[in-house]
């Protein structure tokens, strides 16, 4: 690759496929990574190597697909903490179950939240009166400092991401947008980058899996529940951040308070969280691409008072 002139170079986007794209760039090569899925609808037969390469070259050409853009080593890096503060999150939901579950055998019992579990499970096994025998006592005292153990860790995770995505100017300007906090903005970051591949809000909303699925035909249009294509812990991010602000939005004077509220009365609460996470992430593209902080005058016209 090195004795090519520049060129044009499709790889599917799997494993070592950022690595690789940002050798051959520095080569001066053009690089197109195809989503798998793209790759796959232009196999007409079995897989072998030979029809992958088919496959890829065929699919790199078409003119709407959206190829993935190569990584740099900071968005790289951002992506790594991501991961795995994903996996410490759903460690530490099974030990917290598990605890909740092993407990409940002896008729000990804690509130339905991380905090009363932590809270609780101490007392519980400082309690001589209650029914746990000795070896339970000392399981659960086994759990409970893995719990401990998974907790800090994620702050140490968490705190090192926010140190990171704090170098790139969108770090802040993402935090100025309602529902997006010091974990989903630099969930945006490595997954999103600046939004650059994206050619309007909605390819980005879509690419997130956040717009309506459509099953039209004859000029009739059907539209359904959202597709949930995409990364799924980020659109959890986002559906998360649209709850909590929706939940507060009766104490928002604002067009943004007036606008989930006539959502509300309209559709209900769950499909007014949908559709602000929706429009969050076209706010997210816009804030991305044209490096300026939210305002709330530009998403949301000022709706009349009722």
């Known amino acids: 690759m090195q004795q090519l002139e520049p060129t044009v170079v499709a790889m599917e986007a799997c494993a070592a496929a950022h690595y690789w794209g940002r050798k051959l760039e520095a080569m001066g090569h053009t690089v197109r990574l195809v ?10 037969v079995h897989k072998s190597d030979a029809h992958d390469v088919l496959a890829i070259l065929e699919a790199a050409q078409r003119p709407d697909i959206h190829f993935v853009p190569v990584k740099p080593i900071a968005q790289q890096d951002l992506q790594v ?46 309690d001589a009166e209650n029914e746990l025998s000795p070896v339970a006592r000392e399981a659960l005292g086994e759990v409970l400092a893995e719990i401990e153990q998974r907790s800090t860790r994620l702050k140490e995770i968490l705190q090192r991401m926010r140190t990171l995505a704090g170098s790139d100017p969108a770090y802040e300007r993402l935090q100025s947008i309602p529902g997006i906090g010091p974990i989903t903005a630099p969930a945006l970051l490595a997954k999103v980058g600046h939004g650059q591949q994206f050619r309007a809000g909605r390819n980005c909303s879509a690419w997130v899996g956040l717009v309506p699925r459509q099953h039209s035909t004859g000029g009739r249009e059907q539209l359904g529940n959202i597709t949930k294509n995409g990364d799924q812990h980020l659109r959890t991010l986002i559906i998360h951040g649209a ?20 959502l509300i009365a309209r559709r209900g609460k769950n499909k007014a969280i949908v559709a602000l996470a929706n429009k969050l992430m076209r706010i997210v593209w816009a804030v991305l691409t044209k490096g300026e902080a939210f305002d709330l005058n530009k998403a949301f016209r000022p709706q009349p008072a009722r």
């Open 81 to 126: 903490l991501g991961r795995i503060r994903e996996r410490l999150v759903a460690e530490r939901t099974a030990l917290i179950n598990q605890a909740r579950g092993l407990a409940r055998e002896y008729g000990v019992d804690f509130a339905k939240s991380r905090p009363a579990l932590m809270e609780g499970l101490p007392l519980a096994l400082a």
């Open 35 to 44: 989503p798998p899925q793209h790759v796959k609808a232009f196999r007409r």
């Open 243 to 262: 709850r909590t602000v929706v939940r507060w939005a009766d104490r928002r004077q604002d067009a943004l308070g007036r606008w989930i509220q006539q």
